[in-house]
């Protein structure tokens, strides 16, 4: 869902196709500043350092990010939130960090919590900046249920990665939303 939206939102692949390993800055360091910055400045203020112009949100159904910002008025409590793993394409162009968060509304005492999926992108100019953000209210993410990751030297063919996505997602099947 997150690949179909991207592509619908035209958020495609603008970093160079070749880039050097050494020079890619570290995605999981980066969100972790995001996250620094939103605590010190707020969530508008961190958006507007690491957004790139034509980022999407879900705020539940895709938005353009800049736009929705630009038309809601920040959330006054408290949201903090740390990746718990991250991936990297082969060619280092595009990242996707994930993790848990927790908001706590400024006049409640109880967090609500969830999990979170960025999807980043390399700048021209090195720098990662956030195409796409998406969160869902769930349980924290355990650690030992994240998959292993797969080298970027062994061949993924079309067939392997659909297999390992039939694999991750075989769950969400049987996930009932309720609305509240």
């Known amino acids: 869902m997150a690949c ?6 035209g958020v495609g692949r603008a970093a160079p196709a070749e880039v050097p390993v050494a020079a ?6 980066t969100d972790r500043e995001f996250a620094q910055a939103a605590l010190e400045s707020g ?3 961190a958006y507007d350092q690491y957004l790139a112009v034509d980022a999407v949100l879900f705020r539940p159904l895709p938005v353009r990010a800049r736009d929705w910002l630009d038309t809601h008025e920040p959330a006054t409590g408290r949201l903090e939130w740390a990746p718990a793993l991250a991936e990297t394409a082969c060619d280092s162009s595009l990242a996707v960090t994930l993790g848990n968060w927790s908001y706590t509304a400024k006049d409640s005492l109880v967090a609500d919590t969830g999990q979170y999926l960025t999807a980043w992108r390399l700048s021209a100019g090195g720098e990662w900046r956030i195409v796409l953000d998406q969160s869902i209210n769930l349980p924290a993410m355990p650690a030992a249920a994240l998959p ?3 080298s970027c ?3 993924s063919s079309p067939e392997k ?3 390992a996505e039939r694999k ?13």
Request: charged share 20%; glycine share 6%; net charge negative.
């Open 4 to 9: 179909a939206s991207l592509a619908g939102y």
């Open 24 to 29: 890619v800055p570290d995605v999981i360091a």
């Open 43 to 45: 969530m508008r203020v």
């Open 148 to 150: 292993a990751s797969a």
């Open 153 to 155: 030297d062994e061949a």
């Open 161 to 163: 990665l659909l297999a």
């Open 168 to 180: 991750l997602n075989s769950g969400l099947r049987n996930l009932r939303v309720s609305e509240t």
